[in-house]
């Protein structure tokens, strides 16, 4: 099952266990139950420290169950965790064995501290980026509190069971048989969620907080950048964000941030994080902006409030918060986003195995979703606004050699059609000659382009631009002196990681500059 290296580079990893620990798994006769064995006996022939056995009795198969002998640790995995999810076995195998788990000593507490029976299922497929964070969290959680257990289900593997629960999007995690929440979540975002006091508390601790000379809105490539390059002019510095990596997390492969041939996102918000943490910066995250009060006076402070009715105080502030996939805003999308409207083909793609579905958008991310989608799913259209593709020649030439894609340019999106429960077909307008028609298919994903997060600044009296982004000059700074922004956020073209952190380091200067001149 593993080939030579991984087993090498597991056995590595292996030596940290300290503590004996017993595989349980649940096996049928069927060819998965032979794979997993087969994955379960290359990991215990790497160490003394795990047997492995196979009366398990979960309503499952296959599936495992990862304990310590005579203890029922609450972790399970349904299905055969390799892909993104091989790092999520290794870690529930290092941290049964007792190797810590990395969270801090408050979290830790929070966890241990919350009661009642806490049941939870993730729904994963193998390529979504963001299910490990979602499943290592839970994982995190059972291991420290009996009364918490997870099972990680693999969605594709399972997918009579994701259809009766009508399941089209994943990470979809289920607590005590009841939906609990859907996408990427941090362990600190899933406690405050289930601990209703953690919002309260932590708005208490920032509101106690003395003003910053320069405060960070924004953890993604920017507002990351903005903070190192703040923090090394030792001034006090501060980065509250709604999540830290911002929509670096949701990118698949990043292939042309210079001097690193490759990544993924997660693993490149987390290489930003860590920077960040090495530097005399308060790190606030879960934090949502929802307005911004302009000091008065050349001396006053900006004051920046939040969601959770906490207030923070800045000399200068830089405002970072980036841009999301932008929406057809069409009827229908809202009532049935994760019910068939996706916006990520890497993690939901495999859902919809043997299906129908349309792709909007014809610049690279619409071109390069549907050829990935293409060898999933049983036929893909392509609907484009404009008469023609706007995505590069290479990527158009490899989608038109495909034979269960079909495209469609010219094409107004109008209406997405359900049935109530999900999606069944997509209305569109041919602009050529103002024909309504209708495509049936399962599924819709989304791909035309970003729209910058800057609702929340309308009242603010920053100038925007006619598209909703934040007009800066050539030192980052915006109409209001003292306030800065850099990145996805601003009217700087070409919206890429590259060019954010650049311009994240203009802003954190442009800033120190503003300080020392007044």
Same mark, same amino acid.
Request: net charge negative.
């Given at each position: 099952?593993?080939?030579?290296?991984?087993?090498?580079?597991?056995?590595?990893?292996?030596?940290?266990?300290?503590?004996?620990?017993?595989?349980?798994?649940? &096996?049928?006769?069927?060819?998965?139950?032979?794979?997993?064995?087969?994955?379960?006996?290359?990991?215990?022939?790497?160490?003394?420290?795990?047997?492995?056995?196979?009366?398990?009795?979960?309503?499952?198969?296959?599936?495992?169950?990862?304990?310590?002998?005579?203890?029922?640790?609450?972790?399970?995995?349904?299905?055969?965790?390799?892909?993104?999810?091989?790092?999520?076995?290794?870690?529930?195998?290092?941290?049964?064995?007792?190797?810590?788990?990395?969270?801090?000593?408050?979290?830790?507490?929070?966890? *241990?501290?919350?009661?009642?029976?806490?049941?939870?299922?993730?729904?994963?497929?193998?390529?979504?980026?963001?299910? #490990?964070?979602?499943?290592?969290?839970?994982?995190?959680?059972?291991? &420290?509190?009996?009364?918490?257990?997870?099972?990680?289900?693999?969605?594709?593997?399972?997918?009579?069971?994701?259809?009766?629960?009508? =399941?089209?999007?994943?990470?979809?995690?289920?607590?005590?048989?009841?939906?609990?929440?859907?996408? /990427?979540?941090?362990?600190?975002?899933?406690?405050?969620?289930?601990?209703?006091?953690?919002? %309260?508390?932590?708005?208490?601790?920032?509101?106690?907080?003395?003003?910053?000379?320069? &405060?960070?809105?924004?953890?993604?490539? %920017?507002?990351?950048?903005?903070?190192?390059? %703040?923090?090394?002019?030792?001034?006090?510095?501060?980065?509250?964000?709604?999540?830290?990596?911002?929509?670096?997390?949701?990118?698949?492969?990043?292939?042309?941030?210079?001097?690193?041939?490759?990544?993924?996102?997660?693993?490149?918000?987390?290489?930003?994080?860590?920077?960040?943490?090495?530097?005399?910066?308060?790190?606030?995250?879960?934090?949502?902006?929802?307005?911004?009060?302009?000091?008065?006076?050349?001396?006053?402070?900006?004051?920046?409030?939040?969601?959770?009715?906490?207030?923070?105080?800045?000399?200068?502030?830089?405002?970072?918060?980036?841009? *999301?996939? *932008?929406?057809?805003?069409?009827?229908?999308?809202?009532?049935? /986003?994760?019910?068939?409207? %996706?916006?990520? #083909?890497?993690?939901?793609?495999? &859902?919809?195995?043997?299906?129908?579905?349309?792709? =909007?958008?014809?610049?690279?991310?619409?071109?390069?979703?549907?050829?990935?989608?293409?060898?999933?799913?049983?036929?893909?259209?392509?609907?484009?606004?404009?008469?023609?593709?706007?995505?590069?020649?290479?990527?158009?030439?490899?989608?038109?050699?495909?034979?269960?894609?079909?495209?469609?340019?010219?094409?107004?999106?109008?209406?997405?059609?359900?049935?109530?429960?999900?999606?069944?077909?997509?209305?569109?307008?041919?602009?050529?000659?103002?024909?309504?028609?209708?495509?049936?298919?399962?599924?819709?994903?989304?791909?035309?382009?970003?729209? #910058?997060?800057?609702?929340?600044?309308?009242?603010?009296?920053?100038?925007?631009?006619?598209?909703?982004?934040?007009?800066?000059?050539?030192?980052?700074?915006?109409? =209001? #002196?003292?306030?800065?922004?850099?990145?996805?956020?601003?009217?700087?073209?070409?919206?890429?990681?590259?060019?954010?952190?650049?311009?994240?380091?203009?802003?954190?200067?442009?800033?120190?500059?503003?300080?020392?001149?007044?």
């Amino acid at each position: 099952m593993l080939d030579a290296n991984l087993k090498t580079q597991l056995k590595a990893y292996l030596e940290k266990v300290s503590q004996p620990l017993e595989i349980v798994a649940t &096996l049928n006769d069927g060819d998965k139950s032979r794979e997993l064995k087969g994955l379960l006996e290359d990991v215990t022939s790497l160490t003394d420290k795990i047997t492995l056995r196979t009366d398990g009795q979960d309503g499952r198969a296959p599936s495992f169950a990862i304990n310590r002998p005579g203890e029922d640790t609450g972790i399970v995995f349904a299905g055969i965790p390799m892909g993104h999810e091989f790092t999520s076995l290794v870690l529930a195998l290092l941290q049964v064995g007792g190797h810590p788990p990395k969270a801090s000593e408050e979290v830790v507490g929070q966890i *241990r501290a919350l009661e009642g029976e806490l049941r939870f299922e993730t729904y994963y497929s193998l390529s979504c980026q963001n299910c #490990p964070d979602v499943v290592q969290s839970l994982n995190v959680m059972a291991l &420290l509190n009996p009364n918490i257990h997870h099972v990680a289900i693999d969605g594709a593997l399972f997918q009579e069971e994701v259809e009766a629960r009508e =399941i089209m999007s994943v990470p979809s995690v289920y607590l005590n048989g009841q939906p609990f929440d859907q996408g /990427r979540m941090t362990l600190e975002q899933i406690l405050a969620k289930v601990d209703t006091n953690a919002s %309260a508390r932590d708005a208490e601790k920032l509101n106690a907080m003395s003003a910053f000379d320069v &405060l960070v809105v924004g953890g993604g490539p %920017a507002g990351a950048s903005s903070a190192i390059y %703040a923090a090394r002019k030792g001034i006090r510095t501060g980065v509250v964000a709604e999540r830290f990596g911002g929509q670096v997390l949701d990118t698949m492969s990043i292939e042309n941030f210079i001097s690193v041939p490759h990544t993924e996102g997660p693993k490149l918000a987390a290489a930003l994080e860590e920077h960040v943490k090495e530097y005399d910066v308060d790190i606030m995250n879960l934090q949502r902006a929802v307005k911004l009060v302009p000091a008065k006076g050349e001396n006053g402070l900006h004051e920046v409030e939040f969601e959770s009715g906490a207030r923070l105080k800045s000399k200068t502030v830089v405002l970072a918060t980036g841009a *999301r996939w *932008r929406e057809m805003n069409v009827p229908g999308e809202q009532e049935y /986003r994760n019910k068939g409207v %996706a916006y990520c #083909p890497h993690c939901d793609g495999p &859902l919809y195995k043997g299906k129908r579905v349309a792709v =909007i958008g014809g610049g690279n991310s619409g071109v390069e979703a549907a050829i990935d989608l293409a060898g999933v799913v049983a036929h893909v259209t392509l609907v484009e606004f404009m008469t023609e593709l706007r995505a590069d020649a290479v990527l158009q030439k490899k989608l038109r050699s495909l034979p269960n894609v079909d495209i469609i340019t010219h094409a107004q999106s109008t209406e997405v059609n359900g049935d109530g429960n999900k999606v069944n077909g997509l209305t569109y307008k041919d602009r050529d000659t103002d024909e309504i028609k209708r495509l049936d298919l399962e599924g819709i994903f989304v791909q035309i382009g970003l729209v #910058p997060n800057t609702e929340w600044l309308r009242e603010s009296g920053l100038e925007l631009s006619g598209r909703g982004e934040i007009v800066t000059d050539a030192h980052g700074m915006t109409s =209001i #002196p003292g306030v800065f922004a850099a990145g996805d956020v601003t009217t700087v073209p070409y919206k890429q990681i590259v060019i954010a952190v650049g311009e994240g380091a203009r802003a954190a200067l442009g800033a120190f500059d503003y300080l020392i001149r007044h």
